[in-house]
């Protein structure tokens, strides 16, 4: 079966630190992978997918970047954190040609 | 511009039938989706529609109008673990890496 792991579950960091969080699947092969950016009490916002290695999608213009070096990894990278990149973040994995989308446990991420 | 609206919360009591609804406003679209996310919990999947029509999945069954733009999610028999977040959300399709684009969420709230 399918897991999806995502680390750390709580990070605080300071304005102006760097950041990344890492997320990896196992049990499939060539996913579509996401990362999504949750506020309180809103919905998710899409900020990157990957469709296979190396390629990325950048959906909002921010300070984040993302990489997937490895078919199973996805990784969200900033150089300098801001206050407004907290959030609570999501890593999700769809098979190619599938509808569902499996959502990792998630960060929460507070920048003070 | 891209939108989903749904109402941001729905009380009601165990047993009794709810439902929420979302109209969207996308720039691409191949199905509504809808996940249910418990507080402090990722998002799970709960139901997909393609095609106009009802789909039913135990309790929840789900609503699509293609012509309408319009889609509900209907949940019944209330339990009090149906206590959480409903979010519906637009499938763009293969060709665009089966990215969602979700709606800001329905709080569902079941009273004894």
């Known amino acids: 079966s399918q897991t999806i792991h995502q680390w750390p579950a709580t990070l605080v960091q300071p304005v102006g630190s760097p950041l990344s969080l890492e997320c990896t699947v196992e049990?499939?092969?060539?996913?579509?992978l996401y990362w999504y950016r949750q506020a309180a009490g809103r919905g998710l916002q899409l900020l990157f997918y990957s469709v296979g290695i190396g390629q990325i999608s950048s959906e909002v213009p921010q300070n984040l970047s993302a990489s997937r070096p490895q078919d199973r990894q996805f990784i969200l990278s900033s150089k300098k954190l801001l206050l407004s990149d907290s959030g609570f973040y999501l890593c999700?994995?769809?098979?190619?040609?599938?509808?569902?989308?499996?959502f990792g446990p998630g960060t929460r991420l507070t920048v003070l | 511009g891209q939108s989903l609206e749904q109402p941001s919360e729905v009380t009601a009591v165990e047993g009794a039938i709810v439902q929420i609804n979302c109209t969207y406003q996308?720039?691409?679209?191949?199905?509504l989706s809808w996940y249910q996310q418990h507080d402090g919990g990722a998002p799970t999947f709960l139901s997909y529609?393609?095609?106009?029509g009802l789909e039913e999945t135990g309790r929840f069954s789900s609503f699509l109008s293609r012509s309408d733009s319009y889609g509900y999610l209907l949940l019944q028999e209330l339990q009090m673990k149906d206590s959480a977040s409903y979010f519906c959300a637009v499938n763009k399709g293969e060709a665009a890496g089966n990215k969602l684009t979700f709606g800001g969420g329905t709080r569902v709230l079941v009273k004894p």
């Open positions: 999700a994995w769809s098979p190619g040609p599938g509808n569902e989308q499996f």
């Open positions: 996308t720039s691409g679209f191949y199905g």
């Open positions: 049990g499939t092969s060539n996913p579509n």
């Open positions: 529609n393609a095609l106009d």
